[in-house]
């Protein structure tokens, strides 16, 4: 597993964490798309933005490994701002490819994208 350094482990001030320690030993967890609904509680969307923007100044239009970054959070961005790199797309590899759609994202997240 990958490890990215010099990304952030959780949203400063939080427990909203964007990256894990070490492989789970039970099984990689895969990626699934989360549906974000209007009524998300602001800490939520705080955290789905620092997420973002973290993503976008660590690997900017770039393909990257999916490696430690944190499946849930992933998840929540996964399908719309953040998609498959390449096909056929393995849900629950570490070694995965994704990219930022940046159309999406800028969309999405405005005021990371200024």
């Excluded at 894990?20 to 609904?37: D, Y």
């Excluded at 933005?49 to 849930?72: C, V």
């Amino acid at each position: 597993m990958l490890k990215h350094r010099g990304f952030p482990g959780r949203l400063p001030g939080t427990d909203y964490q964007f990256v894990i320690r070490r492989p789970n030993p039970k099984g990689i967890t895969p990626l699934i798309r989360r549906e974000r609904f209007a009524d998300r509680r602001p800490p939520d969307r705080r955290a789905d933005a620092g997420f973002m923007t973290a993503l976008w100044e660590h690997f900017g239009e770039e393909p990257f490994e999916r490696g430690n970054l944190d499946a849930g959070r992933l998840s929540w961005l996964f399908g719309r701002e953040v998609i498959p790199a390449e096909e056929p797309f393995d849900l629950a590899s570490y070694e995965s490819l994704l990219k930022i759609d940046v159309a999406v994202a800028r969309l999405s997240f405005p005021e990371v994208f200024r």
